[in-house]
């Protein structure tokens, strides 16, 4: 391990105040990531018509995306752990231009699926570094730093409805075409981004690690941190399993079961996802406040009676009920990247990546998953089913508490 990761870099104090202006940019840089991947959903109705796709190849498609980005979202952060690579971050989203332009303009399916390869290696680059920026501005408020940073993906993601509404519908799948200028305008803010990194990397010795030097000489995880990592990331799973398959589906199921247009059935989306959006953003400054043990509880038992009755109810009640759901169960989206950073200090791009980049993985599972259970079963039994997912938050209660996580950390 080379000496830079193991240097010892002072703990914010209690007074630090975050540097906003660092937060807001990289959290509008997610925002625009985030948007350009919430296309290729957005795109289903359409190419689902246009090409005769099953729910089984759209759920490969978002399988594609999502497992790129799962697999390298933890290497990318494991090595930027030891050696950070600011300039990283424009490169990555690079890529992400080449996939969005070639998706414009893909003529099969295999053409589509290697545009989103390219689009999922932006992100896995990305990910891990952007938590890193957001934890090396977050001063004292680590909640409330990641929860800036992933309100503007969560937007991002809110914003598919309103794309395939505006963009998508009038122009098909040609339209993707436009969002090189998302990425284009991603790259500029980014190498901005990168320049200020470089520069905290010559007066701060790896400032985002916040390791102490006697973390150099543990031999690994105790088996308390890793029995808690597993139980936070089986929660994570569980809520990326739910959001995907309402993400993904849901459109269908309301066109079918309520007779709805396209673009009528994006307002239950966007919804949904605005709604979680707001949610993340209030997540983090409440589990400041309150502990994220609490949040991470409250956020997954609180929805279960939403989401359990949204496909027993009329179509308004299915709206309100899909707002509550998305604010309640994304109050945990930053916090639990925060608990996972906790559990295991310095390994802020390895902990990022496991817990966003791994969700990214099982939400990709559980897209190809809930695709072929609804042509098994049928749409509606797989959406009635979908809304006992909530139902493992039972398993938070067995989460260490924020004050047990800081005393292993002082051991």
């Not at 739910?242 to 396209?262: H, M, P, R, W």
């Not at 042509?375 to 989460?399: E, Y």
């Amino acid at each position: 391990m080379s000496q830079q990761a193991v240097l010892p870099v002072r703990a914010p104090k209690a007074s630090e105040s975050p540097i906003y202006k660092i937060l807001f940019i990289i959290g509008l840089c997610h925002l625009l990531n985030d948007a350009i991947q919430a296309v290729i959903p957005a795109m289903f109705p359409i190419l689902e018509r246009s090409m005769g796709l099953s729910f089984t190849q759209l759920g490969v498609i978002a399988f594609s995306l999502n497992m790129v980005s799962s697999v390298m979202q933890p290497m990318v952060g494991f090595l930027t752990d030891k050696k950070p690579m600011p300039y990283a971050l424009p490169i990555g989203l690079s890529f992400t231009l080449v996939g969005i332009l070639g998706l414009g303009f893909a003529s099969s399916f295999g053409t589509i699926v290697l545009s989103v390869l390219f689009i999922g290696l932006g992100s896995a680059v990305f990910h891990p570094e952007g938590s890193r920026v957001a934890y090396m501005a977050a001063g004292s408020r680590r909640g409330l730093a990641q929860s800036i940073y992933q309100v503007g993906g969560n937007t991002g993601q809110a914003l598919a409805p309103v794309i395939t509404a505006l963009i998508l519908v009038p122009l098909g799948q040609i339209g993707a075409s436009w969002f090189t200028i998302v990425a284009a305008l991603a790259v500029i803010l980014l190498i901005y981004i990168a320049n200020w990194y470089n520069e905290r990397l010559k007066t701060t010795p790896n400032p985002a690690s916040m390791k102490r030097t006697s973390l150099g000489k543990k031999k690994g995880l105790s088996k308390e941190v890793k029995n808690s990592l597993a139980l936070i990331l089986l929660l994570i799973f569980a809520r990326t399993w739910y959001t995907s398959g309402i993400t993904n589906f849901y459109t269908f199921y309301v066109i079918k079961e309520y007779a709805l247009t396209i673009k009528e059935s994006q307002v239950f989306l966007f919804a949904f996802l605005l709604s979680g959006a707001i949610g993340t953003f209030f997540g983090g400054p409440l589990s400041d406040r309150f502990g994220k043990k609490n949040i991470i509880s409250f956020s997954m038992l609180a929805s279960v009676p939403f989401s359990i009755l949204i496909p027993y109810v009329p179509p308004t009640m299915a709206f309100i009920f899909l707002i509550l759901t998305g604010f309640i169960l994304m109050t945990s989206f930053s916090v639990t990247v925060v608990y996972a950073q906790e559990l295991v200090p310095g390994k802020i791009g390895t902990m990022s990546g496991l817990t966003v980049g791994l969700a990214f993985g099982m939400g990709a599972i559980g897209s190809v998953g809930l695709g072929y259970i609804a042509d098994w079963i049928g749409l509606q039994s797989m959406i009635t089913w979908l809304g006992v997912l909530p139902l493992l938050g039972l398993l938070a209660f067995l989460l260490p508490t924020d004050q047990k996580v800081w005393e292993w950390n002082q051991k």
